[in-house]
């Protein structure tokens, strides 16, 4: 008896440690969860600190927060900006300079760039 409960908490261990197709979905979709999470907060800061030249700077820190999640934040990331930035060049007339400018710091934000980059100076120190 002993051995087969030790056989069955051994084979529940060695399943949950799997690398399955579903481990790895799950996974993938909670990192995306958490980017869109990044995003957002990125989002709501830049509207907090309604500092003029801090956009980019923005845009860098959410897509560097959740690609650091791995590649279901990275997906997110480059989701959510990639139709930010559709709606604003469509929808709000901002001009096709500033969407280059602001994939460029998303995509720089994304490949693991430093946000700081883009700070602007005087931006508080909590954002």
Avoid at 57 to 63: I, L, S, T, V
Avoid at 92 to 119: C, H
Wanted: net charge positive; glycine share 12%.
């Amino acid at each position: 008896m002993r051995l087969c409960v030790c056989f069955v908490l051994l084979s529940i261990i060695l399943c949950a440690s799997a690398d399955s197709p579903l481990a790895r979905g799950g996974k993938f979709v909670l990192d995306a969860l958490g980017g869109a999470r990044d995003m957002y907060r990125a989002y709501r800061d830049m509207r907090e600190a309604n500092y003029k030249g801090a956009d980019k700077y923005f845009h860098a820190r959410g897509n560097y927060d959740a690609a650091k999640r791995g590649p279901g934040g990275a997906w997110a990331a480059r989701v959510i900006s990639d139709a930010r930035e559709k709606w604003q060049s469509d929808v709000s007339g901002r001009g096709a300079e500033d969407t280059r400018a602001d994939q460029e710091a998303n995509r720089w934000g994304r490949s693991g760039g430093d946000p700081n980059r883009y700070r602007p100076d005087g931006l508080p120190r909590k954002y």
